[in-house]
């Protein structure tokens, strides 16, 4: 477990940072803007869990807030290189992607087909996990870049694809149950 006794070091004023491992590292270091934007992601995430604290018809909370650790898991897997894990140290495992694209395909299974694309919306709760869905893709992006750079253990940028189907999933899927119809992409506007 993590223990943080103080919250501030002042190690940061020059614009460096540690990895888990000690490493002294920028922080404008890839690795470091990688796992940045996956904090970023997990903080919009928290909007829509909470957003469903009160009123959850489609029993999204639960796997958003294991979502949540999930990606605390990524966090740290990108925080500490490989040389420098425990083995307890929280990485993101085949399982965890087995479970998103098993949570895929059951939301999906009560959706409507898609005849076009659709506008980001459907009440606020679908909103946000839109928001959550392109910094997701955005964290992916990083993560290719870093993969080029130097090697990962393979099932970061897996696990940020599926959740990224997810979130858009769980999105048309918080509409529905909201009772809140999506509205249809309309190219050339609302000519």
């Known amino acids: 477990m993590v223990r943080i006794t103080k919250v501030y070091t002042k190690t940061g004023d020059k614009g460096m940072t540690r990895l888990a491992g000690g490493q002294a590292i920028s922080k404008a270091d890839l690795r470091i ?4 934007t996956v904090d970023e992601l997990n903080a919009w995430l928290g909007i829509a869990a909470e957003l ?6 489609g029993k999204l909370r639960a796997p958003i807030l294991r979502i949540q650790n999930e990606l605390f898991d990524l966090g740290s897997q990108l925080a500490v290189l490989p040389e420098d894990r425990r083995e307890n140290t929280p990485v993101i495992t ?10 895929i395909d059951e939301m999906n299974n009560d959706l409507p087909m898609l005849k076009s694309f659709i506008l980001p919306g459907g009440g606020m709760a679908s909103a946000y996990l839109h928001v959550a ?3 997701c893709r955005r964290a992916e992006r990083l993560l290719v870049r870093l993969e080029a750079a130097e090697a990962l253990d393979g099932t970061e940028m897996i696990y940020l694809n599926r ?3 997810w979130f858009f999933v769980a999105s048309r899927y ?3 149950h909201a009772g809140i119809a999506e509205t249809l992409w309309q190219p050339g506007g609302n000519e």
Do not use: C, F, N, Q
């Not at 803007?33 to 940045?36: A, L």
């Not at 085949?94 to 694209?101: A, G, N, Q, V």
């Open 163 to 165: 959740l990224s189907d």
């Open 94 to 103: 085949s399982k965890d992607i087995e479970t998103l694209e098993a949570e």
């Open 33 to 36: 803007e990688s796992y940045g």
């Open 133 to 135: 869905r392109t910094v």
């Open 174 to 176: 918080a509409a529905m």
């Open 52 to 57: 469903l604290r009160e009123d959850d018809p």
